[in-house]
């Protein structure tokens, strides 16, 4: 148009310079053509965009991270009722003895204020002599109460823990576990002129302990001492000692489940053979142990008999013992990874923990094989765990003399192996923090403990049950702290759904979890805690989380730029020409018109 | 307290002792093994080691085992296998030299690299699941990769042509899979002993790996106990096949090399293992019945064969069997130990010649065609001298005729035409409806699952050869597919020949003691063959077309763009004027020197251009700016690059 224009405008006015003016409107069609193009480039940029976007389900990072706040600042604390019962005491006020208590459990439990302790309510009811009853009940008060003058100061005879044991049950079986476990002490004052000065202190199979003796009205302040102590060591903490394993090393597999592999090492079946009948066994003495943890961990059990497994440590002849001796020190060598190939459990599939128990039977030229602990004496067990792998127990056979020249064949008596089991199970015990003796002793004095045929008492079973809770839902928070530290850092890693549900029900379990834990269900948040861990190990564990993106950014930019680059040089080059003719263009337009005012 | 907890423990005890007392005896898990030696025709040894593991029926499998290998039994009772069978190959059995017609060579020659067949007892739908997840938990125990017969196209479900008839069966092979020490030492990891005692301490891996051929077999089947509530027993019947050459001393050619135990393998079995219920060595000679046939029949003499003109044994054997055309020499290492080990030689005195039985057919597979795009699989069988005394002729129709079958699984990107299927009889193109009897054909799909055909072959008993071929099209893979070598071409499995009605066994003329070994060479068993591995050629991609693809369209794409837009905004008027005006000033660095050589011509002064020195400043200055743009791109773009 302009083109035309300027050819037909020159003779109009003698002003008109073509250089630098023009008469007509500059056109708006090219620039808007470019423009417009420029534009629909600059929109699709962001579907482009959108395009090569990997697919990243959102996941939930603040409830991640809220989670393990809040495990780090409180926590988890399980609501627990303890009730000590004073009997046969004269003149003793239920309110001072409680007050009393409370600040010696306080000062016990001050020391350490860890995950699944506690959140003690404590009741103190004082029977005298001619069963009266004064109670001080906790503020939240139970619908448990004790009936008073059920308990007889004759019905603790020495001698019977264990008929105690079931009538303590009897005379609080009432309680209703509503909020938390019920557990008391009973102390008992004889005062039995004849009587020494003994004071003793047993703890029972269910969750009751008692303290019997004479004079202990005297004896006042110790023996609230040891009521506190009981509560706290024994019923909080399970008479588990602060250095000894912690409860990070649960040996349980993230998907709650621990395999039990039993293997009896015949180190030279040329010299003796040894086989055990271990189906019995499992179905006699294991059954009611696995049974007793089933909230805790579901448990299986193997058994399998190995031939030609050497140890792979050294032992020595000692003379005066008549047999072969290895010491502590060679314990990190004595498992032979190389003869010994225990870990053939396809039944064990993905996480599960499979705890190694091994009976080493030695070769004919170590036996009979001791194990010598640092203070020289020798080991009574014979045996020794490694902590989240098993236990070993060195059996030496009865008759150590090679008799003759082809091998026997034997079997392992019941007896044997039943003493084999108990020290199976008291490996276990330590495996899990446990002391495997039935003493308790502190500077207070000693606890007798009575123990289950089921392995744990379920006292014990209830700190596994807390420590258990807890140990999850740290490992679930740590993990999917892990998680979304690992999917923020990197961008192009491709998330599935799967994953952010996992994730997702994860968290709940775990907050699920942790309202149980206050509301003192102690089995049912034991149970989503597990759940929440498994989850979170899921997802962690995904196969899918493993295939990083190679859809890099190089990659990205590798095949785009051939295209993009030279297009868009020429787009936006069009368009900043464009505007700027038509800029010049106006100009002249607007000093054509003027020029054309001024004349 | 612990008093009373060992007496509770113990009154446990006896409670489910009487239970068991109650419930019978059981039967307890037994393991045996054996060695088998044979001297080959063409101067070789064979070795066949054998070891039978046992478990009763019982409901605690997987959970409490003495002698079976805990492994396998949780294998069987997670996957619900039935049958199965693995075997790890390296090395070609010759069927000419080593036998075609025997239980050995039937049962052990395999195909290279690894070969898998499982029968499920799940339901159909869940076949496939138990298939896969069995692979990988096989792979993780053997140390190989068989988890990639996970991937539907490795595998198939033959339904008649493969043997064990049943519609669970999967069978699948790794053609490629190196075979070596690293698959040996888990499966002796299943022999209570291991290689430290009895006959498998003769495992010496070089002496293994030197040889000729050697397969690795592990068999289980689940034996039915027939009880209501109990579960099933298990057998494992673990083989490893050598071939071996024995190194000779003598110099006649024509002498058969002696050997002993302790050259061969260079160890000795110095004793039994003693867990095994039977350990027995045998030594099977063929050819001794023209020189034996007449005057053996008494015991005495039967004896006195491991001494004689022809050969020599160095241990007398306990007991001599008399099989339908070879001698059976049984020892028992168990008088072996530590000073006196038990090695045994074979010593030949003069030179001797035997021949093999061989199958009624010998078959071979070669490829047809050239070029990248076709070609065609032919597998020839020819008849082979033995044929017209073998027994097993199926008279029909007063016809002789020998039935053979033919399995085959083809990858998919081998796309097989079956109508191109052309069957030879004696050099004569036969109808199918003549030759074939029974076809069933699978076809493959791409990228989803692989081919197979099996066929049932009716011949004439006096055939000399059958020419079968098949043309196929090679198929393109995906970028993704091909494997990190892929010039060097791709496997395809060997085909089975089998014939159905040919069964070899060992015919021994007195009753034997119960060795698994001897009985299991007493059953009878389909005579079968496998074929060659078929390597062919792909078409292989330059794997960098991809970015060349992308960075030429993508230029064309551009200049195709940049054109248009410039089109678009152009104005033809106006340059034309300016072009006009321009040629008028006559500027432009040629132009002017081109009118600076008229001007020198014509003899005229120039007239210079005003404008001319203005605009090559500006362009001068474009230029500049221009290549301080390239060069902070790439600068830019170096940074960019290094800081990642």
Same mark, same amino acid.
């Given at each position: 148009?302009?083109?035309?224009?300027?050819?037909?405008?020159?003779?109009?006015?003698?002003?008109?310079?073509?250089?630098?003016?023009?008469?007509?409107?500059?056109?708006?069609?090219?620039?808007?053509?470019?423009?417009?193009?420029?534009?629909?480039?600059?929109?699709?940029?962001?579907?482009?965009?959108?395009?090569?976007?990997?697919?990243?389900?959102?996941?939930?990072?603040?409830?991640?991270?809220?989670?393990?706040?809040?495990?780090?600042?409180?926590?988890?604390?399980?609501?627990?009722?303890?009730?000590?019962?004073?009997?046969?005491?004269?003149?003793?006020?239920?309110?001072?003895?409680?007050?009393?208590?409370?600040?010696?459990?306080?000062?016990?439990?001050?020391?350490?204020?860890?995950?699944?302790?506690?959140?003690?309510?404590?009741?103190?009811?004082?029977?005298?002599?001619?069963?009266?009853?004064?109670?001080?009940?906790?503020?939240?008060?139970?619908?448990?109460?004790?009936?008073?003058?059920?308990?007889?100061?004759?019905?603790?005879?020495?001698?019977?823990?264990?008929?105690?044991?079931?009538?303590?049950?009897?005379?609080?079986?009432?309680?209703?576990?509503?909020?938390?476990?019920?557990?008391?002490?009973?102390?008992?004052?004889?005062?039995?002129?004849?009587?020494?000065?003994?004071?003793?202190?047993?703890?029972?199979?269910?969750?009751?302990?008692?303290?019997?003796?004479?004079?202990?009205?005297?004896?006042?302040?110790?023996?609230?001492?040891?009521?506190?102590?009981?509560?706290?060591?024994?019923?909080?903490?399970?008479?588990?000692?602060?250095?000894?394993?912690?409860?990070?090393?649960?040996?349980?597999?993230?998907?709650?489940?621990?395999?039990?592999?039993?293997?009896?090492?015949?180190?030279?079946?040329?010299?003796?053979?040894?086989?055990?009948?271990?189906?019995?066994?499992?179905?006699?003495?294991?059954?009611?142990?696995?049974?007793?943890?089933?909230?805790?961990?579901?448990?299986?059990?193997?058994?399998?008999?190995?031939?030609?497994?050497?140890?792979?440590?050294?032992?020595?002849?000692?003379?005066?013992?008549?047999?072969?001796?290895?010491?502590?020190?060679?314990?990190?060598?004595?498992?032979?990874?190389?003869?010994?190939?225990?870990?053939?459990?396809?039944?064990?599939?993905?996480?599960?923990?499979?705890?190694?128990?091994?009976?080493?039977?030695?070769?004919?030229?170590?036996?009979?094989?001791?194990?010598?602990?640092?203070?020289?004496?020798?080991?009574?067990?014979?045996?020794?765990?490694?902590?989240?792998?098993?236990?070993?127990?060195?059996?030496?056979?009865?008759? =150590?003399?090679?008799?003759?020249? !082809?091998? &026997? +064949?034997?079997?392992? $008596? #019941?007896?044997?192996?039943?003493?084999?089991? @108990? *020290?199976?199970?008291?490996?276990?015990?330590?495996?899990?923090?446990?002391?495997?003796?039935?003493?308790?002793?502190?500077?207070?004095?000693?606890?007798?403990?009575?123990?289950?045929?089921?392995?744990?008492?379920?006292?014990?079973?209830?700190?596994?049950?807390?420590?258990?809770?807890?140990?999850?839902?740290?490992? =679930?928070?740590?993990?999917?702290? !892990?998680? &979304? +530290?690992?999917?923020? $850092? #990197?961008?192009?890693?491709?998330?599935?759904? @799967? *994953?952010?549900?996992?994730?997702?029900?994860?968290?709940?379990?775990?907050?699920?979890?942790?309202?149980?834990?206050?509301?003192?269900?102690?089995?049912?948040?034991?149970?989503?805690?597990?759940?929440?861990?498994?989850?979170?190990?899921?997802?962690?564990?995904?196969?899918?989380?493993?295939?990083?993106?190679?859809?890099?950014?190089?990659?990205?930019?590798?095949?785009?730029?051939?295209?993009?680059?030279?297009?868009?040089?020429?787009?936006?080059?069009?368009?900043?020409?464009?505007?700027?003719?038509?800029?010049?263009?106006?100009?002249?337009?607007?000093?054509?018109?003027?020029?054309?005012?001024?004349? | 307290?612990?008093?009373?907890?060992?007496?509770?423990?113990?009154?446990?005890?006896?409670?489910?002792?009487?239970?068991?007392?109650?419930?019978?005896?059981?039967?307890?898990?037994?393991?045996?093994?054996?060695?088998?030696?044979?001297?080959?025709?063409?101067?070789?040894?064979?070795?066949?080691?054998?070891?039978?593991?046992?478990?009763?029926?019982?409901?605690?499998?997987?959970?409490?085992?003495?002698?079976?290998?805990?492994?396998?039994?949780?294998?069987?009772?997670?996957?619900?296998?039935?049958?199965?069978?693995?075997?790890?190959?390296?090395?070609?059995?010759?069927?000419?030299?080593?036998?075609?017609?025997?239980?050995?060579?039937?049962?052990?020659?395999?195909?290279?690299?690894?070969?898998?067949?499982?029968?499920?007892?799940?339901?159909?739908?869940?076949?496939?699941?138990?298939?896969?997840?069995?692979?990988?938990?096989?792979?993780?125990?053997?140390?190989?990769?068989?988890?990639?017969?996970?991937?539907?196209?490795?595998?198939?479900?033959?339904?008649?042509?493969?043997?064990?008839?049943?519609?669970?069966?999967?069978?699948?092979?790794?053609?490629?899979?190196?075979?070596?020490?690293?698959?040996?030492?888990?499966?002796?990891?299943?022999?209570?002993?291991?290689?430290?005692?009895?006959?498998?301490?003769?495992?010496?891996?070089?002496?293994?790996?030197?040889?000729?051929?050697?397969?690795?077999?592990?068999?289980?089947?689940?034996?039915?106990?027939?009880?209501?509530?109990?579960?099933?027993?298990?057998?494992?019947?673990?083989?490893?096949?050598?071939?071996?050459?024995?190194?000779?001393?003598?110099?006649?050619?024509?002498?058969?090399?002696?050997?002993?135990?302790?050259?061969?393998?260079?160890?000795?079995?110095?004793?039994?293992?003693?867990?095994?219920?039977?350990?027995?060595?045998?030594?099977?000679?063929?050819?001794?019945?023209?020189?034996?046939?007449?005057?053996?029949?008494?015991?005495?003499?039967?004896?006195?064969?491991?001494?004689?003109?022809?050969?020599?044994?160095?241990?007398?054997?306990?007991?001599?069997?008399?099989?339908?055309?070879?001698?059976?020499?049984?020892?028992?290492?168990?008088?072996?130990?530590?000073?006196?080990?038990?090695?045994?030689?074979?010593?030949?005195?003069?030179?001797?010649?035997?021949?093999?039985?061989?199958?009624?057919?010998?078959?071979?597979?070669?490829?047809?065609?050239?070029?990248?795009?076709?070609?065609?699989?032919?597998?020839?069988?020819?008849?082979?001298?033995?044929?017209?005394?073998?027994?097993?002729?199926?008279?029909?129709?007063?016809?002789?005729?020998?039935?053979?079958?033919?399995?085959?699984?083809?990858?998919?990107?081998?796309?097989?035409?079956?109508?191109?299927?052309?069957?030879?009889?004696?050099?004569?193109?036969?109808?199918?409806?003549?030759?074939?009897?029974?076809?069933?054909?699978?076809?493959?799909?791409?990228?989803?699952?692989?081919?197979?055909?099996?066929?049932?072959?009716?011949?004439?008993?006096?055939?000399?050869?059958?020419?079968?071929?098949?043309?196929?099209?090679?198929?393109?893979?995906?970028?993704?597919?091909?494997?990190?070598?892929?010039?060097?071409?791709?496997?395809?499995?060997?085909?089975?020949?089998?014939?159905?009605?040919?069964?070899?066994?060992?015919?021994?003329?007195?009753?034997?003691?119960?060795?698994?070994?001897?009985?299991?060479?007493?059953?009878?068993?389909?005579?079968?063959?496998?074929?060659?591995?078929?390597?062919?050629?792909?078409?292989?991609?330059?794997?960098?077309?991809?970015?060349?693809?992308?960075?030429?369209?993508?230029?064309?794409?551009?200049?195709?763009?940049?054109?248009?837009?410039?089109?678009?905004?152009?104005?033809?008027?106006?340059?034309?004027?300016?072009?006009?005006?321009?040629?008028?000033?006559?500027?432009?660095?040629?132009?002017?020197?081109?009118?600076?050589?008229?001007?020198?011509?014509?003899?005229?002064?120039?007239?210079?251009?005003?404008?001319?020195?203005?605009?090559?400043?500006?362009?001068?200055?474009?230029?500049?700016?221009?290549?301080?743009?390239?060069?902070?791109?790439?600068?830019?773009?170096?940074?960019?690059?290094?800081?990642?």
């Amino acid at each position: 148009m302009e083109e035309i224009s300027d050819r037909l405008n020159p003779g109009i006015t003698p002003e008109f310079d073509p250089k630098t003016m023009r008469s007509t409107k500059p056109g708006l069609k090219r620039l808007f053509i470019t423009s417009s193009v420029l534009f629909s480039f600059l929109l699709g940029v962001p579907f482009l965009w959108k395009s090569v976007e990997i697919y990243r389900s959102p996941l939930p990072f603040h409830d991640i991270d809220s989670l393990s706040d809040q495990l780090e600042s409180t926590p988890l604390r399980f609501p627990c009722n303890f009730h000590a019962v004073f009997v046969g005491f004269r003149s003793t006020d239920p309110d001072n003895l409680r007050s009393q208590i409370q600040d010696g459990i306080n000062q016990l439990t001050h020391q350490s204020s860890q995950c699944g302790s506690c959140d003690f309510s404590l009741s103190v009811t004082v029977q005298n002599r001619e069963d009266q009853c004064s109670d001080t009940l906790a503020h939240s008060s139970t619908t448990c109460s004790y009936r008073c003058g059920v308990i007889k100061r004759n019905g603790f005879s020495v001698g019977l823990d264990d008929t105690v044991d079931e009538s303590l049950n009897d005379v609080f079986s009432g309680c209703s576990e509503n909020s938390g476990k019920m557990y008391s002490v009973v102390v008992v004052n004889k005062e039995n002129a004849n009587g020494g000065d003994e004071v003793k202190a047993v703890v029972g199979k269910r969750r009751h302990a008692w303290i019997v003796g004479n004079g202990l009205e005297e004896r006042y302040g110790d023996i609230v001492a040891r009521v506190s102590e009981i509560f706290v060591q024994v019923f909080m903490n399970g008479g588990r000692e602060e250095d000894s394993i912690q409860g990070e090393f649960m040996p349980v597999g993230s998907d709650g489940k621990i395999v039990l592999s039993f293997s009896l090492l015949n180190s030279n079946p040329r010299d003796w053979v040894y086989d055990w009948d271990f189906q019995r066994i499992d179905e006699a003495l294991l059954a009611p142990v696995t049974k007793a943890l089933a909230p805790i961990a579901n448990i299986t059990v193997e058994s399998q008999v190995l031939y030609h497994t050497p140890k792979s440590s050294f032992s020595s002849w000692d003379k005066k013992l008549q047999s072969y001796i290895f010491r502590t020190s060679d314990l990190p060598f004595f498992v032979n990874s190389n003869e010994w190939h225990l870990d053939t459990s396809a039944g064990a599939s993905g996480r599960s923990k499979i705890l190694q128990f091994v009976v080493y039977i030695p070769s004919g030229k170590e036996c009979p094989l001791l194990l010598q602990l640092p203070n020289v004496e020798i080991s009574k067990t014979n045996g020794f765990i490694s902590p989240m792998w098993g236990g070993v127990i060195v059996w030496n056979p009865g008759n =150590c003399d090679k008799d003759s020249e !082809s091998p &026997s +064949r034997n079997t392992i $008596s #019941l007896q044997d192996l039943e003493q084999i089991v @108990e *020290i199976f199970l008291g490996q276990f015990r330590q495996l899990f923090g446990f002391k495997s003796e039935a003493k308790y002793t502190t500077g207070l004095g000693t606890y007798k403990i009575l123990t289950s045929e089921r392995g744990f008492t379920e006292w014990e079973l209830d700190v596994l049950s807390r420590k258990h809770t807890c140990f999850n839902l740290h490992s =679930c928070s740590t993990t999917l702290g !892990s998680l &979304s +530290r690992l999917v923020r $850092s #990197l961008p192009r890693m491709i998330i599935k759904d @799967e *994953i952010g549900e996992q994730v997702k029900y994860s968290l709940k379990a775990a907050k699920l979890a942790q309202s149980n834990a206050s509301l003192g269900g102690y089995s049912s948040s034991a149970s989503s805690s597990r759940e929440a861990r498994s989850l979170a190990e899921n997802a962690f564990f995904h196969p899918s989380i493993m295939s990083v993106s190679y859809f890099s950014y190089e990659h990205c930019f590798a095949v785009y730029s051939p295209f993009f680059l030279p297009v868009v040089g020429h787009v936006v080059l069009a368009a900043v020409r464009e505007w700027k003719r038509y800029k010049q263009e106006k100009a002249k337009y607007l000093t054509w018109l003027t020029r054309k005012k001024t004349t | 307290m612990a008093s009373l907890l060992r007496s509770l423990i113990l009154l446990l005890i006896v409670q489910s002792f009487l239970v068991a007392i109650a419930f019978g005896s059981k039967e307890v898990e037994e393991f045996s093994e054996a060695l088998l030696l044979k001297p080959l025709p063409d101067r070789k040894v064979l070795a066949h080691f054998h070891f039978e593991n046992r478990a009763p029926p019982s409901n605690s499998h997987g959970r409490h085992h003495h002698l079976f290998p805990k492994a396998i039994s949780q294998l069987v009772q997670k996957f619900r296998v039935k049958e199965m069978e693995l075997s790890f190959t390296q090395g070609r059995w010759n069927h000419e030299h080593w036998g075609g017609f025997d239980p050995l060579s039937s049962m052990n020659a395999k195909p290279v690299g690894v070969e898998l067949w499982a029968v499920f007892d799940v339901p159909q739908s869940q076949v496939d699941t138990s298939w896969k997840n069995l692979t990988h938990a096989l792979s993780g125990l053997f140390c190989a990769s068989i988890n990639f017969l996970e991937s539907s196209t490795s595998y198939a479900a033959p339904t008649w042509g493969f043997g064990p008839n049943s519609d669970k069966l999967r069978y699948g092979s790794l053609p490629r899979e190196a075979v070596c020490t690293e698959n040996l030492t888990p499966w002796l990891k299943l022999l209570p002993c291991r290689d430290k005692d009895g006959i498998s301490a003769l495992m010496n891996r070089p002496s293994v790996y030197r040889g000729f051929y050697h397969s690795q077999r592990l068999h289980l089947s689940t034996v039915e106990s027939g009880q209501e509530g109990l579960g099933s027993g298990i057998v494992l019947e673990q083989t490893l096949t050598v071939v071996l050459q024995p190194e000779t001393t003598s110099v006649e050619s024509n002498m058969q090399p002696s050997w002993s135990l302790s050259s061969l393998f260079g160890r000795q079995v110095v004793g039994r293992c003693v867990l095994a219920k039977s350990s027995n060595v045998y030594l099977q000679l063929e050819g001794l019945l023209g020189y034996e046939s007449k005057n053996v029949d008494t015991e005495i003499e039967a004896h006195q064969l491991w001494k004689n003109a022809e050969f020599e044994l160095s241990l007398k054997p306990e007991r001599v069997i008399r099989e339908s055309c070879s001698f059976l020499f049984i020892f028992d290492i168990d008088k072996s130990s530590d000073s006196e080990p038990f090695d045994l030689g074979l010593t030949w005195k003069r030179p001797s010649k035997w021949s093999c039985q061989q199958a009624p057919l010998h078959s071979s597979r070669f490829l047809m065609g050239s070029g990248n795009e076709r070609g065609a699989i032919a597998i020839l069988l020819k008849a082979t001298e033995s044929q017209e005394k073998l027994s097993g002729r199926d008279l029909t129709n007063g016809q002789c005729t020998i039935k053979a079958n033919i399995f085959q699984i083809f990858p998919w990107y081998i796309k097989v035409y079956y109508h191109t299927l052309q069957i030879f009889v004696d050099q004569q193109q036969k109808t199918d409806s003549e030759v074939l009897k029974k076809i069933n054909v699978s076809p493959s799909t791409d990228k989803v699952s692989s081919g197979m055909m099996e066929m049932m072959l009716e011949l004439p008993c006096e055939v000399k050869s059958v020419a079968i071929s098949i043309e196929y099209d090679k198929g393109f893979l995906h970028i993704d597919e091909y494997p990190p070598d892929a010039n060097q071409g791709f496997d395809i499995p060997s085909a089975l020949i089998s014939f159905p009605d040919h069964h070899a066994s060992l015919d021994f003329q007195e009753e034997l003691s119960n060795s698994p070994l001897l009985s299991s060479l007493k059953e009878k068993s389909l005579v079968r063959s496998y074929t060659e591995v078929l390597l062919v050629p792909l078409t292989t991609p330059d794997f960098s077309m991809p970015y060349n693809v992308i960075t030429i369209t993508c230029t064309i794409f551009a200049l195709y763009f940049g054109s248009l837009l410039n089109v678009l905004r152009r104005r033809i008027g106006e340059e034309e004027r300016f072009l006009k005006s321009q040629a008028g000033k006559k500027t432009g660095g040629l132009k002017q020197l081109l009118s600076r050589i008229t001007a020198k011509i014509r003899g005229r002064p120039i007239e210079a251009p005003s404008s001319s020195e203005a605009e090559s400043s500006v362009l001068s200055s474009k230029l500049i700016l221009k290549i301080i743009l390239v060069a902070g791109a790439a600068a830019a773009w170096q940074y960019f690059s290094t800081d990642e």
